[in-house]
């Protein structure tokens, strides 16, 4: 089935290990995004990508690294993990720019730093 | 700086009454809207949205929002809740100068039986 499937749905980490969290969709659609969810503050940007091998940042992309070398795929690293990097993970895609485009979410990855 | 702002973080309400969910922006220009549903366990899914014409739009699940220019608003109502629409929802706020979206903070809808 078409859609956006997130890898791993719970991952647990030790602080300063990396880990990237994966990201696959089957539109081809152009955009892709990062957001962290965390109580209290919504959902947060912390990479988004208007095509291959075009990425930017969002309002928090520190301690991440982002790459798309395939329109399809948009993997997300922690280099060194934090604690305050605990957090539940969502990737979106959109067929436009997502101020006048819906987002498409996955499922989301809680990741747990201890 | 843009900004939105749901100012309930929980509402309860019974099943079978009506509901109305805040949401206020910060934006000099007319804003592309959106609202969004999280059910426990999930991604974020598309109820509505408002780009321009009637400020009135329907939306699925029975939801429905009203854009209002001079309050800065665009709350999301549903004439009589059912127990399945207990959930978070988001209000989105899109603007012509960036590629990103701004999230409102969420409001957490329990349904009482």
């Known amino acids: 089935d078409a859609g956006i499937t997130q890898s791993p749905r719970y991952k647990i980490t030790e602080t300063g290990r990396q880990v990237t969290l994966m990201c696959h969709q089957t539109w081809s659609h152009s955009y892709m995004f990062w957001y962290r969810q965390d109580l209290g503050h919504g959902l947060r940007l912390i990479y988004y990508s208007a095509a291959a091998d075009i990425t930017d940042k969002g309002e928090v992309p520190d301690g991440y690294v982002v790459s798309r070398s395939k329109t399809e795929n948009f993997p997300l690293t922690l280099e060194s993990a934090t604690r305050s990097q605990t957090s539940v993970y969502f990737c979106a ?7 006048n485009s819906p987002l498409h979410f996955g499922n989301g990855t809680r990741l747990t730093v201890t | 700086a843009q900004s939105v702002t749901q100012p309930d973080i929980h509402i309860t309400v019974s099943e079978g009454a009506s509901l109305e969910l805040r949401c206020n922006y910060s934006y000099g220009a007319t804003p592309y809207l959106f609202w969004y549903v999280q059910s426990p366990g999930q991604g974020l899914q598309l109820l509505l949205k408002y780009f321009s014409g009637d400020t009135l739009v329907q939306g699925i699940k029975g939801f429905e929002a009203e854009f209002k220019r001079s309050q800065s608003s665009f709350n999301l109502r549903k004439p009589s809740v059912h127990w399945s ?14 590629y990103k979206l701004i999230f409102g903070s969420g409001t957490r809808l329990l349904v009482r039986p």
Do not use: K, L
């Not at chain 2, 629409?85 to 960036?98: L, T």
């Open chain 2, 85 to 98: 629409d207990a959930a978070e929802y988001f209000c989105a706020v899109g603007m012509d100068s960036s």
């Open chain 1, 93 to 99: 895609s959109s067929v436009r720019q997502p101020n």
